[in-house]
């Protein structure tokens, strides 16, 4: 297998194009797996609001991550997911979410890729690394 550095300068840019193009798919996946596992979660993050606080935060953030890894893929640039998962990770903690959460939905985030985009074994094994680089910062920034 290609160093991660050596398959982003080479496969990157066409596999961000293959992910882009299966968007919706992948993040309306995600999406309607967070309403119906985690249902009660961020319910009452704002009362005013009647849920929609809670729905927007389904549907955008499956959404954010797609553009995050996006970039990361186009720009072979993998250092910006460190930085921007720590920020979401702790905004999404305050209003009671949590590892576990965060962790699952970008594990259903590369179950929906692999069922909805078609890769080689060595994209798919790369994009693999990616999932568990993703869940380990996750994890490291929950034991800040």
């Known amino acids: ?14 596999v961000a194009q293959a992910l882009d193009r299966r ?10 797996r967070l309403r ?3 249902s009660g979660l961020l319910a009452n993050a704002e009362p005013t609001s009647g849920g929609q606080y809670q729905q927007v935060t389904f549907s955008r953030t499956p959404q954010r991550l797609h553009r995050l890894l996006l970039v990361a893929l186009a720009l072979q640039a993998p250092a910006v997911l460190q930085r921007e ?3 979401s990770v702790r905004l999404l903690m305050r ?11 970008v ?3 590369f179950e929906a890729v692999q069922r909805e985009v078609a890769l080689d074994e ?5 994009l693999a690394a990616l999932e568990h680089a993703i ?5 490291a920034v929950g034991d800040d």
Do not use: N
């Open 107 to 109: 594990h259903w985030y």
């Open 95 to 105: 209003h009671g979410v949590t590892q576990h959460h965060i962790q699952t939905m």
């Open 85 to 87: 998962i720590e920020w």
């Open 23 to 32: 968007r919706d798919a992948i993040c309306t996946s995600v999406t309607s």
């Open 1 to 14: 297998m290609r160093s991660l550095t050596t398959w982003l300068v080479s496969r990157g840019p066409a």
């Open 135 to 139: 869940i380990a910062a996750i994890h």
């Open 122 to 126: 060595q994209d798919q094994e790369h």
């Open 36 to 38: 119906t596992t985690f």
